[in-house]
């Protein structure tokens, strides 16, 4: 079943680098190769990869480095011992243009057994499935973008067409739902010598755009006390328990004592027995900010509630278990963001940009300094549910969006000027 509408394409002149024929000819093929990107999704939605299963995610890894080789790229893997694959595919292009990173993740959130209990389906317009939307589309959205822009240059006979880049990077992150620890360093390799990224996340459901990302630290509070007999002695006891209750309400006190800021206390852990002093318990808290300054603020006064806990002979410590810096909106990001909303406009619909609450890989890019634009798939919702959907009419408008982006940003000269001379 296809998608039951397409919106209808404006003739405009060009004036972000794409011309008229060539923004046609990008939605034309778009939308010959629907039926091929419907028969893939439902491949890859109907294979278990949540973080932890290696062999799930390292089978959806091969069938991208699959894809990125017919494409022309030279596929890398960084291989872990516990986690899947990270795949890098690099397409080389044009000498002296700038350099782009796409990144998608291969990973769901879902257990084994999901994509069994919980199929593929198509209904109502929609695509349902354990990691539809977050994010298998968005994912076929960079590899499908690519062909669209290799199919152009075939028929135009014009290879520079196809990548207006010195070259183009393609992280395929096998763990990203759990905070990319074995894709991270990677991808801070490559961001480093990008001049412009591109992350493959779904839109947010109105169709947004995401130039800005929360950033997160993952905290673990770990409350030592003595243990002695509830009933005989207790007087000789320092419960960690009651420490902990004491921090958890100083934490969540914290919650939009700077703009944005909030402090979650997810996991409690705690005691042996009801007849023993506890003598020790953890906290697992959840720290986010929009800004860095006010990230760490925050995490600094958490560190000071651990130095000073309200119970005498009690020790606290406090350990980073997973960080992502804020995705601020870089002032270089808007000119990506223009660059998007005039073509979304010449193929007949609004895009907007938005800030969201989530972390994910733009924090890492854009945390280096490098204009990182965020939601660049199709648009699609519920994301880590049962219900997790995506829109089908949204495909071919935003894979055609995401292909002219793509040339768009590479004919930039201005965007070409970022990179230091001699880098």
């Known amino acids: 079943m296809l998608p039951r509408r397409l919106p209808r394409m404006k003739t405009l002149s060009s004036t ?11 939605h034309e093929l778009a939308v010959q190769s629907l039926p091929a990107y419907l028969e893939d999704l439902a491949t890859l939605v109907g294979i278990d990869c949540g ?19 017919r494409l ?16 890098v595919g690099t397409i080389q292009g044009t000498p002296g243009g700038p350099r782009l990173l796409l990144i998608g993740h291969l990973d769901t959130v879902f257990a084994d057994g999901t994509a ?64 990319s620890p074995a894709s991270g360093p990677v991808i801070r390799d490559l961001a480093r010598q990008a001049d412009v990224c591109f992350v493959l996340e779904c839109a947010r459901a109105n169709g947004d755009l995401v130039s800005a990302r929360k950033g997160i630290v993952d905290l673990r509070v770990t409350i030592e006390g003595r243990a002695a007999h509830a009933g005989v002695e207790p007087e000789k006891g320092r419960s960690a328990i009651l420490e902990a209750a004491h921090l958890v309400i100083a934490l969540h006190a914290l919650n939009d004592r700077w703009p ?35 990230l760490e603020a925050a995490e600094a006064e958490v560190r000071a509630l651990a130095v000073h806990p309200t119970l005498p002979d009690v020790r606290v410590a406090v350990d980073e278990m997973n960080r992502h810096w804020p995705m601020e909106r870089l002032p270089r990001s808007a000119r990506l963001i223009a660059h998007a909303q005039a073509l979304a406009g010449r193929l007949g619909f609004d895009v907007h940009d938005a800030s969201t609450g989530g972390a994910g890989d733009a924090n ?19 994301d880590h549910a049962p219900t997790e959907y995506l829109e089908l009419d ?30």
């Open 364 to 382: 890492i890019t854009a945390g280096l300094g490098v204009p990182t634009l965020d939601g660049l798939g199709p648009i699609g919702g519920n």
């Open 116 to 179: 069994a209990e919980r199929p593929y389906r198509i209904e109502g317009g929609r695509a349902y499935g354990p990691g539809v939307a977050d994010m298998k589309s968005g994912l076929l959205a960079g590899l499908y973008g690519l062909m669209l822009l290799r199919a152009l240059a075939e028929s135009a006979h014009e290879p520079g067409a196809l990548l207006p880049y010195e070259r183009v990077t393609f992280v395929a992150n096998p763990d990203e739902e759990i905070g």
């Open 51 to 69: 973080s932890y299963s290696k062999a799930g995610v390292n089978r959806v890894g091969r069938w991208t480095a699959r894809f990125l080789e």
């Open 394 to 423: 949204s495909i071919v408008p935003r894979t055609t969006l995401l292909a002219a982006l793509i040339l768009a940003t590479g004919r930039d000269r201005e965007v070409a000027s970022w990179r230091p001379a001699g880098t």
């Open 260 to 294: 944005g800021v909030t402090c979650n206390v997810g996991v409690i852990e705690g005691g042996t027995r009801p007849n023993i002093v506890a003598e020790r318990a953890v906290l697992q808290v959840d720290l986010r900010a929009r800004t860095r300054e006010h």
């Open 16 to 26: 972000d680098g794409v011309s008229p024929r060539e923004l046609s000819r990008l």
């Open 72 to 87: 022309g790229a030279s596929v890398t893997l960084h291989p872990n011992a516990d986690l899947g694959d990270t795949v």
